[in-house]
């Protein structure tokens, strides 16, 4: 009986050991769309690896893309990183996570213009993406974005 209850013991322990914040970014990992008025916009995120996603962002309206993005979330020596390459920035800009649950992630630049604060939220399977940060006239902006599964 002392042998039984070691090995339930020892069970319990691996079955509850904790996710890498890595892990708990995987729900992410899928395609995403969101169609407004004229406009639909697409991201898409694959897990590459279990320290690398890579993805992208469009926005298409009358069938030209008015708006695009690579993207990644990597997990460095210093941290996890969402890098967003966008045309009108010289480089890729940095906003490092954190916090993390298995159904929400935050990454923050607060040396970055517009924005400093990604957010992302599953919701009822759907995700919802926040930015943030200040805006021209000095007051916080906040742009939501929410996108179903690609069916």
Known sequence: MKYLTIIVILCFHLMAQEKTEMQKLLWIADSWVSASG????????KVISD??????????????TIFSEKLK???TAEGIYYVADVS?????VKFKLTAVSDTSAVFENPLHDFPQKITYLL?????????????????????????????
Do not use: C
Request: aromatic share 8%.
């Open 38 to 45: 004229e406009t639909t916009s697409y991201e898409e995120w």
């Open 73 to 75: 979330i990597e997990n």
């Open 88 to 92: 009108h920035n010289p480089e890729p």
């Open 51 to 64: 320290d690398l996603f890579e993805g992208g962002s469009k926005t298409v309206k009358d069938g030209k």
């Open 123 to 151: 919701e009822e399977g759907n995700l919802h993406a926040i930015i943030e940060g200040p805006g021209k006239d000095g007051k916080t902006k906040k742009v939501d974005f929410y996108m179903q599964k690609m069916r």
